[in-house]
């Protein structure tokens, strides 16, 4: 997954949840999450991968 795909993945899950319930749901520091979303921070594979995850869970949430 390319960085510009985290990055708006990010976004979407942060706007939808906030950061810290973002944070919460990875299992990291929020800080972390500021760091990917705002300084282009390295995200592991682990993590890109529980956050598309989340965006899968997240968008089944949403009615259409």
Excluded: F, H
């Excluded at 749901?25 to 956050?51: F, H």
Aim: proline share 3%; charged share 35%.
């Amino acid at each position: 997954m390319g960085d510009s795909s985290k990055k708006r993945l990010l976004e979407y899950a942060a706007k939808r949840l906030g950061r810290a319930a973002l944070a919460a749901r990875l299992k990291v520091p929020e800080k972390m999450v500021a760091d990917w979303i705002d300084e282009g921070a390295e995200m592991t594979n682990s993590k890109a991968l529980a956050l598309a995850d989340l965006v899968q869970e997240l968008n089944r949430e949403t009615p259409k």
